[in-house]
Nanobody, 125 residues
Framework: QVQLVESGGGVVQAGGSLRLYCDAS????????MGWLRQAPGKKREFVAA????????YYADSVKDRFTVSKDNAKNTVYLQMNSLKPEDTALYYC??????????????????WGQGTQVTVSS
């Protein structure tokens, strides 16, 4: 079983930055892809970014490309989402998720097997 715990969310003004953390435990993650997904009130859950643990390949949604960066620390089993130039439309509950397989180019949230509880990000205008 995989356990994922997110932290780092908060309230920030538009144009600001936040760094989200995902502490992972329970398995050897070399065969997993780690994803960040988000869900705003009344909207469908959407893909934000993903990172293949084994290859370090990354993939981003167009809406966050060049503003967000996903990375990992192997020693700590932690995945990060650095979010810069935040916009009010980035406001959402952000989830860390894991799926078996090394392909980072999977955006369908239904294909993720394990989920954290989420951390709220609110961007004020």
């Amino acid at each position: 079983q995989v356990q994922l715990v997110e932290s780092g969310g908060g309230v920030v003004q538009a144009g600001g930055s936040l760094r989200l953390y995902c502490d992972a435990s329970g398995r050897t993650f070399s065969v997993y892809t780690m994803g960040w997904l988000r869900q705003a009130p009344g909207k469908k859950r959407e893909f934000v970014a993903a990172l293949s643990w084994s290859s370090s390949n990354t993939y981003y949604a167009d809406s966050v490309k060049d503003r967000f960066t996903v990375s990992k620390d192997n020693a700590k089993n932690t995945v990060y989402l650095q979010m810069n130039s935040l916009k009010p439309e980035d406001t959402a509950l952000y989830y860390c998720a894991a799926r078996r397989g090394s392909n980072a180019y999977v955006t369908d949230y239904l294909r993720y097997d394990f989920w954290g509880q989420g951390t709220q990000v609110t961007v004020s205008s």
